[in-house]
Structures are given as structure tokens and as C-alpha cells.
């Protein structure tokens, strides 16, 4: 069974720092794209950043290009989430996912994955 673990949310001041991770199993990790996607209150889930594990391509959505990055260690079967200049617009529940494919269909889709972790909360003050 696959099982996604997503953890490091919490709260932060604006211009601070966050790192997510999401450790998966019960899967071939280097066969995988791996993503985070978001959802803010009263909003639609949207891709944030995915990354593709055997080649390290990735998508990244405009709106965190500079400010977030994604990496995968593939030896712990884990992908990390780095969140930098965090803004209040950052606020939202994060949640990793995975699924075969192409990083740019899985990615730019919000439900197109087949597998999702539970959420961890952001919360970015002003």
C-alpha cells in the first residue's frame, strides 16, 4: 500500500523559513513524481511543486518560482519542500502526493494524482 507521511508545517512570520517533507512507502520511490499542492480556505487545491525522481525535472507554479524549491533523496524515499520569503498568500494546508506520469499533467492538475498524504497546516503571519 502506498503511504505518503508529510510533516514540518507550523507557523511563521512573513520572510521566514519552512521545511516540508514527505516520506513515502510502499512504493518504487525513483518510478514516481512526488508534489506538493496546497489549499487555502474557501479556495481550490492547486500544484505548488512536483518533482519527478529518477530525472529531477520538476513544475513549479509562478506564484512561489524564487522563493520555494523542491528536492528528493531518493536513498530515504523522501522529498523535501523548502519554503523561503514566506508570505501571507502561503497560508494553506499542504499536501504531498505521487503517481506515475508526466510532472507538467500531474502537476498542473489539482486531483489528477492517485495517491495523497494527509495534510500539514502553514500558517504565515503578517
Known amino acids: 500500500e502506498v503511504q505518503l507521511q508529510a510533516s514540518g508545517g507550523g507557523l511563521v512570520q512573513a520572510g521566514g523559513s519552512l521545511r516540508l517533507s514527505c516520506t513515502a512507502s510502499?512504493?518504487?520511490?525513483?518510478?514516481?513524481?512526488i508534489g506538493w499542492f496546497r489549499q487555502a480556505p474557501g479556495k481550490e487545491r492547486e500544484g505548488v511543486l512536483c518533482?519527478?525522481?529518477?530525472?529531477?525535472?520538476?513544475y513549479t507554479t509562478d506564484s512561489v518560482k524564487g522563493r520555494f524549491t523542491i528536492s528528493s533523496d531518493n536513498a530515504q524515499k523522501t522529498v523535501y519542500l523548502q519554503m523561503n520569503n514566506q508570505q501571507p498568500e502561503d497560508t494553506a494546508t499542504y499536501y504531498c502526493?505521487?503517481?506515475?506520469?508526466?510532472?507538467?499533467?500531474?502537476?498542473?492538475?489539482?486531483?489528477?494524482?492517485?495517491?495523497w498524504g494527509q495534510g500539514t497546516q502553514v500558517t504565515v503571519s503578517s
Open positions: 502526493a505521487a503517481d506515475y506520469g508526466r510532472v507538467e499533467r500531474l502537476c498542473a492538475s489539482s486531483n489528477a494524482m492517485d495517491y
Open positions: 510502499g512504493l518504487i520511490f525513483s518510478d514516481y513524481v
Open positions: 518533482i519527478r525522481t529518477r530525472d529531477g525535472s520538476t
